[in-house]
């Protein structure tokens, strides 16, 4: 049996980072919720989609080291590794930002990973969104 794991905003949160990082731009007021969706949607109802899009590649990428783990998070992956669970974490994570400075995001998350202490090994395996598993895909994932 394998579990599979989400990485963003399951096993990293980015709450507190967007709204840091959306603040230094003056891109919110401070009063603004620390999550996620508050960020998004007060740019959007601004009308400024695409700054939240390279907002989304700046956290993502050259600052995700500053995002958080979930609490209980790197607990809970030891746990399972102790157990002898195999463990994937997936993400839907493009290569590259859609908008703002080029980064590889998938070394990011890696980075973020291997930054997190007590995390036993665990490894990204990227899909694209829109990316189906057939059965023969899932098989060969051993999922």
Request: aromatic share 6%; proline share 6%.
């Amino acid at each position: 049996m394998r579990l599979g794991l989400d990485f963003d905003n399951t096993l990293v949160s980015y709450d507190r980072l967007f709204l840091q990082a959306a603040i230094e731009k003056a891109s919110v007021p401070t009063g603004t919720p620390a999550r996620k969706n508050a960020v998004r949607d007060h740019l959007r109802a601004a009308g400024r989609e695409e700054d939240w899009t390279r907002l989304q590649g700046e956290v993502y990428g050259s600052r995700i080291l500053e995002a958080e783990p979930f609490d209980g998070m790197l607990a809970a992956l030891s746990w399972l590794a102790g157990r002898d669970v195999t463990m994937c974490i997936v993400s839907h994570k493009t290569r590259t930002p859609y908008l703002g400075e080029a980064c590889d995001l998938h070394a990011a998350a890696r980075g973020w990973l291997d930054a997190s202490p007590g995390n036993p090994g665990c490894r990204p395996a990227f899909r694209p969104a829109s990316a189906r598993r057939s059965p023969a895909r899932t098989s060969a994932a051993g999922g």
